[in-house]
């Protein structure tokens, strides 16, 4: 039950360019996303989100596109640095009560020195 | 800056053993969830628990699954009867009623053997 798809498992980019990481979910009741960034052995922490009346949401470095019609969201790192190395979850929710989360696999990103 | 903390960090134990994870969630947050990933799998919804009680479970939640807010601090999550597949990291996540962003503690790795 793929809900929510990363397809790229990994991405390597060089310091100070950007990283794009990309998503793709199937339930048209999802509307509200997130990112988040996993260290081994740490809990996933929480970067930014969206909800489905914007198409964009910027925090820093860091900017989530969301196309509803294409079911695909994006996470953009601009300047990418080291320390952005990670795991990077995907995640959505149907808002209400619950909102429970539902991820995907993950991406992880190394960025070249 | 408020933290969702988790003990133990690691809990070794024997098949049909019972144990019991703890959380103390960011304390101004209402709702209060218990995730799953299985090594090298996605992270993966397990209940939700608001006003005292369960929201939302999922299909893994079976029986064997329990979860408890026994003070004002303290969110549990106690298999009664392990099996070697509950072997995983747990993940315990809170968030405000305001807002649809989770926050996620460091989790335990259980391992059963």
């Known amino acids: 039950d793929q809900q929510v798809k990363q397809n790229s498992p990994s991405l390597s980019v060089q310091e100070g360019r950007i990283s794009i990481l990309n998503c793709d979910y199937t339930?048209?009741?999802?509307?509200?996303f997130l990112w988040y960034k996993k260290y081994p052995a740490e809990g996933p922490t929480f970067l930014i989100s969206i909800s489905s009346i914007k198409d964009k949401n910027e925090d820093g470095r860091f900017t989530v596109f969301l196309n509803k019609s294409a079911k695909h969201l994006s996470l953009h790192i601009v300047p990418s640095q080291p320390g952005d190395s990670a795991v990077y979850f995907c995640?959505?929710?149907?808002?209400?009560?619950?909102?429970?989360?539902?991820f995907g696999k993950g991406i992880t990103l190394s960025v070249r020195p | 800056e408020p933290e969702v903390t988790q003990t133990p960090s690691h809990q070794v134990t024997q098949m049909g053993q019972e144990v019991i994870l703890r959380c103390v969630p960011i304390s101004n947050h209402l709702y209060f969830y218990w995730y799953r990933q299985i090594l090298g799998q996605k992270v993966e919804f397990l209940v939700s628990?608001?006003?005292?009680?369960?929201?939302?479970k999922s299909e893994i939640f079976d029986d064997q699954f329990s979860v408890e807010r026994p003070d004002g601090s303290n969110f549990t999550l106690k298999i009664r009867s392990t099996k070697l597949e509950d072997s995983a990291m747990y993940f315990c996540?809170?968030?405000?009623?305001?807002?649809?962003?989770?926050?996620f503690g460091p989790g335990t790795r259980l391992t059963v053997t």
């Open positions: 995640a959505a929710s149907v808002t209400g009560a619950n909102s429970k989360l539902t």
């Open positions: 628990f608001y006003n005292n009680e369960i929201s939302e």
């Open positions: 339930n048209s009741m999802f509307d509200y």
């Open positions: 996540a809170s968030r405000l009623a305001s807002s649809y962003e989770q926050y």
